[in-house]
């Protein structure tokens, strides 16, 4: 491919959906003119007004020839309203594909672009060959990891009230560790409540191979999603944090602090890597934390669930032949498409396409 052009998600309120200065799509088009790149095609990430009507513009500025794969990874961005499902609706005809990255969001995209959104994930890895295979009872020795960003901070402090409780439980057990960025770590400290690092303590982030060897060193895996039993927000309905590949390639059970009606509890029960429950009922949340900790035969299934689901789904090297022959293939049709105009003597002309070298194996 010449480009693969992509469009990042901007953050915006109601009030600032003014329109695109032509002047500003004319210096895009000859940035790229300038680099000698003519698109072959256009792979959009956009999902609020603002990216949505830049993906307009960079069509109309190509004639609206250009085949587009509109990838939903998000939904729609806070005060997004109703012309930001109009704008959708008005450019679902240009959309050549459109693919969400779960279920449950293709189903609330579906009624806008008219059709059926197949889910394709975009969690990815390299899947490291050594993984957990040999399970621990819950003792002393028990070690439990947290990785990557906390989205709601309250759950960090009602994981640590539960494991604090699981320690009166079981003497001498370890405190939870959490690798991330050193951000997350003060993002919970600016909530001005106590953090107990006898109960969860940060370690910092570490390089990919280090980290890999700590989690297969452990015994069970934490993500903490949301409070409530139900949704507080649209990013709790639909989001599903990414770190769960590295957490299912090392082959680990994974404990979620989420709500029934969340994507992290609906993948613990579609592919049996864990269990869920919500921190707003502290005396459930913690006896189920505690009760999946006890069941070593069950963590060990669920570990195992783990690892299989990454190397059916997470695994990069399975994704990017799908993602090459579909992108080659679809400008392949598009060039089809636009020889055939041709044919008919529309008198249209190439515009985004080296008809000499299409795809070429150099591209």
Same mark, same amino acid.
């Not at 539960?162 to 400290?189: C, K, N, V």
């Given at each position: ?186 993002? !919970?400290? *600016? ?8 109960? &969860? @303590? ?6 990919? +191979?280090? /980290? ?103 695994? !990069?090297? *399975? ?8 992108? &080659? @293939? ?6 089809? +498409?636009? /020889? ?24």
């Amino acid at each position: 491919m010449q480009l693969w052009l992509r469009q990042t998600r901007q953050q915006m309120d109601t009030q600032q959906k003014t329109s695109l200065r032509p002047v500003r799509l004319q210096h895009l088009r000859g940035y790229l003119e300038s680099l000698g790149f003519e698109p072959d095609i256009v792979y959009s990430t956009a999902c609020d007004y603002r990216s949505l009507e830049t993906l307009q513009a960079i069509l109309h500025m190509y004639d609206y020839r250009l085949p587009v794969i509109q990838h939903f990874y998000d939904y729609f961005g806070r005060g997004e309203d109703t012309a930001t499902r109009q704008l959708l609706q008005q450019l679902s005809p240009s959309l050549t594909r459109v693919w969400s990255i779960n279920q449950s969001m293709a189903e609330a995209f579906a009624p806008l672009i008219g059709t059926e959104i197949p889910v394709v994930g975009v969690f990815h890895c390299d899947v490291p060959a050594s993984y957990k295979k040999h399970h621990r009872d819950l003792s002393a020795d028990f070690t439990a990891v947290m990785l990557g960003n906390i989205w709601m901070p309250e759950t960090f402090f009602d994981l640590q009230a539960a494991w604090r409780w699981l320690g009166d439980q079981i003497e001498g057990i370890r405190p939870i560790t959490w690798y991330g960025h050193e951000r997350s770590f003060q993002r !919970i400290q *600016k909530n001005q409540r106590p953090i107990d690092s006898s109960v &969860i @303590q940060y370690a910092g982030f570490l390089p990919a +191979n280090e /980290l890999e060897e700590r989690l297969r060193e452990a015994d069970l895996a934490m993500v903490l999603f949301n409070r409530e039993h139900e949704p507080e927000s649209d990013y709790a309905r639909f989001a599903l944090p990414s770190r769960i590949t590295e957490l299912a390639s090392a082959g680990l059970p994974v404990f979620f602090a989420a709500g029934d009606n969340t994507e992290p509890a609906r993948l613990a029960k579609r592919a049996g890597i864990g269990v869920s429950a919500a921190p707003a009922d502290p005396e459930h949340f913690r006896q189920t934390l505690l009760a999946f900790a006890g069941d070593t035969a069950h963590r060990a299934a669920c570990g195992a669930r783990s690892r299989q689901l990454a190397e059916q789904e997470y695994d !990069i090297s *399975k994704y990017r032949p799908f993602l090459y022959t579909t992108l &080659i @293939q679809l400008v392949q049709e598009a060039r089809r +498409n636009w /020889l055939e105009q041709k044919r008919k003597g529309d008198g249209t002309e190439a515009v985004g396409y080296d008809t000499n070298d299409l795809c070429s194996d150099q591209r």
